[in-house]
């Protein structure tokens, strides 16, 4: 049986390096992929790793896009990747969840765990309730601990305002360990 699997971790913990390392490793067999990447994601019109490697997508989903019905007309793949799954919908990770179990498609999703509140992301919670494997991907802090969480800043200075999403502004995040997330942001959100 196939299965979904649910790769998360940290702000630069490798999440998109990694989903292209697996496409090139079933590209190289001579396998095909399907790469899907939510539209909410705006910083790149592809899968773009912070080590300045990228690989193009083959669906770039809104939040009705029934990806089951996609993946499969488009000629069932060898597996479906999915870059910054945190971003689907819940019914969207059904569908990943049915091309696995019903389909035999093996499903990679990488994605965050939680915002910088500390919230999980719709598409990362049921996730964590349906993936037949859950696996984190590891960073550090700046003090050399285990970054778990991600702080937001804006114009420099750490918040805890604005929506689940930022796509405007002077926006940047840091991955932190909880001690210096609770020190520098000051509270849980």
Do not use: W
């Not at 790769?7 to 396998?31: C, D, F, P, W």
């Amino acid at each position: 049986m196939a299965k979904l699997y649910f790769r998360y971790g940290a702000m630069n913990s490798g999440k998109s390096t990694a989903l292209i390392q697996v496409a090139h490793n079933y590209r190289e067999r001579g396998q095909q992929v399907f790469v899907v990447k939510p539209e909410i994601d705006t910083k790149s019109p592809v899968v773009l790793s912070r080590i300045n490697v990228t690989r193009d997508v083959d669906l770039v989903s809104d939040a009705d896009t029934a990806l089951r019905d996609v993946v499969l007309a488009s000629g069932r793949p060898d597996c479906v990747l999915v870059d910054e799954a945190q971003f689907l919908t819940g019914e969207q990770v059904e569908d990943l969840f049915r091309l696995a179990v019903l389909d035999g498609i093996p499903v990679i999703a990488y994605g965050l765990r939680s915002d910088f509140r500390t919230r999980g992301f719709p598409g990362s919670l049921r996730l964590m309730e349906l993936a037949h494997s859950i696996e984190e991907l590891k960073t550090i802090c700046r003090c050399g601990r285990k970054a778990t969480l991600n702080a937001r800043t804006v114009d420099g200075e750490f918040t805890q305002d604005g929506s689940q999403v930022a796509i405007e502004g002077d926006v940047g995040y840091e991955s932190m360990c909880g001690t210096c997330y609770l020190n520098k942001v000051g509270t849980l959100g």
